[in-house]
């Protein structure tokens, strides 16, 4: 039975399957960097106020320093007896400095103190999960240069639609991908607040400066209500939405290059240092990276759903179930950027197939707007052009001829509009060209999209 | 049977159950007013662009204008064979005007029109949401100042930890709605896009002007890449992520108003007007509004889950299953402005019991922190003080003692460096006072809050 | 402003926009019928146990009988102020009748008449999500007949794996619609319990008899708590859960059929009545009843985590919360019921294209496991046959020639086993049959399956 | 790098990023015991079969067994390049008896495999949660004797309603979490159903028999269809689902005890030991572990919502994705038996407080139901008597004067039909045993319900 920082009024020791069932040490041992960093701080602003003095500062300041090398060699012991994070980093430098140490708690409460960790941690976290994002955004804008001109299919309800440029189809993920980055920095705004100092709940009747320590530690911003800044984890929820969002992304990436490496589209071929095989098909090459993105989607998803459960009808302010919050987000952190690194690392290990590609525009009656804006340039008016083409095209499905492939007599049979040039206007290459309102998909305005993306990237 | 806008290629007419199975008309019929003034701008863009005539143009508008009239009061059938709202407004305007009706459609799609209109909806809603929030903040502002210097128990763990101020207590509320507030205004800047013009998925070959059409609709932007405005909903994903945070707030505040209206708290009396009774139990006054509220919460999750779990794995571009988005949206919206809308006409029909909060800081040991506090500020190590009271406090529980109603020699007992100076000391007034730390619970300081508070909202 | 059942103790009268808040009559009404239902049988025990006469209880009835002709064809004024469906049917009954309504509501409480009301209600709704289910079962029976011996690829993956029989994979959806079909007959146990007469929360003090009442309205069962009886949800929660996984197999059966329409895959054609096309490309023949089906799947899935969230952490007994329990319930009822209704009309509409689905038999290397098998057989261990077997994969890749078109010579070349009798071993017809073991997907084992379903559905 | 099972066709080595991201050994390690149980029948089955000699198999047996023991004593290495635990045992296998061991694979794929062990997981531990279930159920029981005969308020939306039996209120949680129990008892039907045959999804070659597999593994029945078996997970979203409604009900259960827990309620005392205190605050003690299970419901519901949506959409048969169904079936595995273990130790260490819970039958009007009910059975209508009452509480509200501190005189002001012998009629007991209706909360009542449920549980 351990020592408890709260042992006075109890008069029994805590029950050994309590301490197990209660501790978080597993989870939070994470946060020990930035539970150190932050009691440095924590500790010169005292001095600073001279609420300890120097001596006692640098006392608690290396004895901390030590406590972290130990920790990152590996030289540290972690029991449940210990409760989290805090409590062994403070017990070991009791054991460490003696009893100067027992100064550290002065003016904080371990409530300010998670969420101080909490908030170090997540901002961190969150540049990472940035500069992720704009790897992967490189990497697009790399491939959309890369297969510049190439011609693909663009698909509606899983349906040939109309033709579209490859670069075209990438530069859509690069769009969402800019989206995620921008909520992951507006919610940086709300994490990168500084809440120490708000102690338990109330403030404290040290004399402390919460802007001094703000500036320690490279906070823009104080807290400026005690018992929100140790009750709210709102900054964790919209942390793990924004995931969730990137996520849905990725998990849409992942759809079509699964889909796309399957016999039936055979548009991609992923490398096999990014594939898997089969113990039993001796032919089997499986896209395993796309398909755990996918699923892992789910799992970003449910700890979501976990946090805001949690703090569903939470009263002001602390309560334990809050300790319910860091494994959802450490899972949600570690999910999301395993998934931004492998898609980091396996995109430009993905062959386009361009032949394949392109011969998608070909078939499906893909290029049926076209003709329906052929009649509409000849004046018909829209919807009567789409009426005359769709029987074009019921006349197409049923004696086995795409547009392209019919005569001039047979089309004219659905309009005397048709003449000659109608098939030049409905060449892929035409067709997509023709396409040039602003966010197209004509060759220039992809190049031109692609030029900007590079600019908004620095490269 | 009616004509559909695509029945060219169709053998079969559309199965009945099907119309009924795949129409909208009945949840998106909310969108007719974004839908039509889109149309309009639209019209507008095309005349200017010489891609229809004025004339034709000015009739479109004015047939528009005549729905709109026909909509709002009343006069307009709909039916599950006309699908959704776009083509039920298509249809009434081509029975008005005639064939020019049919030039309306000219360089759009369904695609992009619903996407337009959803976001034409969504950024009024989040200024809805906004305003409304701003309305909250201000009522607690004055919440705050009328119940000035009323004191009670702050609470962790549900458990009376430390006194603090009702007004301190009520503005971590406001802290929480501030930041809500900033996740719906930061959500604006990706709703506030304009994709029209998108076409289908591929953009249009008709010489349109989307910055004009974004000029006469108000938008500061247009969407960069065509597929990806038709393809994706991220922003439907973000404005109820937001509103889920914001009922978590809700669910928070209510749970409390309904402990709060316990015969054991007896903290408020909500006014009769704003509760109800039993059909069986003729004392009963229940706090049903804070009931539904934080049931209301679930909702709002689960509209969440359902447009993330929606979105996920779906291929470029558009899919019909993005229909559904649209359900839990407008439930969110109906459901976020509703409880906001009924808490700004709740909160000034509660009475708080000032005293019953004031006698909450007179028992349970509230003040023991202090009492630690005080041996510290005479030298104790803080750990070391928190000992001597936790004994102290087993000593009062034992005896049926608080401690202010202890004597000097009995405190002694628990450590000697308590002297007569310590029942001023432990004074609630002087507690709350002396928590001066920024954002604590010191009177002058929570003064200080609500002040700038009133900056904030220009009061 | 009406006059409410509890209007004794209260000062002032209900804020209007709390009546609209609070107002649950557009949702509840549906429950009419089981309501009236109810209250007949609770009049009929009444009077039988003497608690009423039985002139008043026929009073009541014959007033309840014509409230409900009066609702069904469409005479019944709903209005906000009456909360309820219960007062609705009580107040038109006190205005039919007079003063003996009054009596309607001994011995009974809103609480377990509601109770009552979604417990009908759902018992009632699971018997028909049980007929449309065994519908589905006996439609996907009737497909694995008339394809008969159809062969295709099996996937796992999405890619090839090994062929099977068409009629294989339909049977793999039976058998997931059979275990959803037990789930909801489980379910119901737990739902067909009679609630009546527990009153508020404590019973009632009336000698009434509900063995009596659970036998008028045909419940095997009377609940044994009154406080649970009026507290719990769990079975509406279990209801949404059967849902969800039976939304989740469609899903999966939804997004086969998208695929299979794809160009790419061209699997199968549903019929036009049962796609829609496209206002923009007259090509287009879409999907959307499997779209929106799997579409859909977030809304069921929502519902569920809304109704977990709105349960957790309530405190014993009722709580207004729980009136939000019916919006999702009911969204799941119509949605399952739409979902499984359509697909019960649209699988007949489906045809499969069978010589395509064979050529996917014949390409990708599907016949390497048998390969595999073949060289096992021929005694080499099954790990060193995959690796052999891995290498001829690689060499065919390499080569553009699948296994069946390689010579002995060049197959010999991976193993001296193989002989001239391999190409029969790989012929897809020898592959399927050969996969004999229970469950597999050789041609006698679909049969009797096949004949074994039809026995369990009784055709 | 590592030796694949699937090398042959591959022209790279896995690279070294995608053996972590794709390797499940860290989170599948626990399937160890089933996995060589499993695998030891099928070494019978085959041996049996005369597929293999009976020599190797158990050479096989004697191997795996030996593993067994390795793994067990913490002699066993783990590594990612070997990505799950059945490559791991395989691989040791080899390793230990050579050549023989790859016969074990002979028949079965990892896809079959996996089911197999899950579902011998998983009724594994379904039946330990049974377990737990009933032991709570007995503690439960055990209580309400012990406290029989204790009164205390019920409530509904957490205000005072009618007085009730602590062991009314105790046992209303012995009903649910017998249907818990009975719902877990149901989904093992669909549990226990034995996969193992199905090989990678088309079934075998080989002459199993998999109905012996059934019996040497204890399953009653054998799946149907090779596809469902390798491509389901709904028995795990069954089990979680299970789970939820189970946090659910502990949720609630820790929701009252957290309120009974507060001075405000002070209806109950955890002792010492099942409690923890506040680094800050020394009179602290906090319901840690109610607040911990409470926090850990959204847990269990986030990996529901993780499995739906990792479900959803999933193209037959086995897709990768599959493999993320572990961690959260595992989470809630470890969360949800950890909550009912801490409960089953914790509920013997709570003191209820009788006085105090006596109380609070005194004030708020508790017996105003009865007031009304006494009319009633003096021959005025229910609502009359309500409305009576109501205006009678109004009255004592406004007087300070609750019901039985009111004089016959007082209260024959609202009704002329109240005597003297409504003084009897309002005490407490009294109350609460009229309340003899089947299920209610009379003494009688609720001894007989504690009796049945001893008879239940077998005591």
Redesign the interface.
Known sequence: MSE????????????K??EV??SSIAVDSRLYRHDIEGSMAHCRMLAKQGIITNDEAEKMVAGLAKIKGDIESGHFAYSDSLEDIH?HIESALTQDIG?TA??L???R???DQVALDIRMYLREVSRDVIALLKDIRTILVTLAEKHDGVVM????????????LLS??L??????FK??E??FT?GL??INVMPL????????????D??YTAELLDFPK???????????R?FI??FI?AS??CM??L??F???L??W?????AFVVI????T??????????????P??V??????V????????????????????????DK??LFDTVDTLT?CL??YR??LP?ITFRERRLSE?TE????N??????YL?SKGL????A?????????YG?GNGKELQDMTVAELKGFSPLIEDDVFAFLETRNI?D?????????TA?VRE?VA?AKRDLGL
Do not use: C
């Not at 100092?197 to 402390?208: F, H, K, N, V």
């Not at 078939?363 to 893909?366: A, E, L, S």
């Not at 008016?381 to 009567?384: G, N």
């Open positions: 408890k920082p709260w042992d006075g009024r109890f008069q029994e020791s805590t029950d399957a309590v069932f209660t409590m009893e027992k100064k708690h002065t003016a409460s371990r409530n299919a663009g698909y509606t309800h899983l349906q040939r639609a109309q033709p579209v075209h189809h530069m859509a993920y690069y769009e969402m989206r995620d921008e909520r507006d705004k709300r100092g708000s102690a338990a709940l109330a403030g404290t009747t040290y004399p402390i919460r802007a104080v807290s400026a209500n005690s018992m929100d800044s140790v009750a709210d709102d929820i919209e939405s969730s969002i849905m992304h998990s849409r992942s759809e079509e699964i889909l490496s399957s016999s039936e589209f490398s096999d240092a990014f898997t095989g089969s113990s039993i098909m001796p032919q089997k090459k499986n896209p395993d990276i398909e755990l996918r699923g892992k989607t789910g799992r998803y449910g700890n979501l759903m976990s946090v805001l459960t949690l703090m569903k009808s939470l009263p002001m302010t602390y309560n334990r179930d809050m300790q319910e494994p959802p395993a690194d492998i690392r396996m290990n998608t078939t499906g009656f893909i049926a707007t076209d003709l329906a804006d509409a008016p829209f919807r009567d789409h009426e005359a083409v769709g029987r074009t095209v019921a499905l997509i023709r396409r040039i309102s602003q966010g197209g998909t004509a305005n999209a900007q």
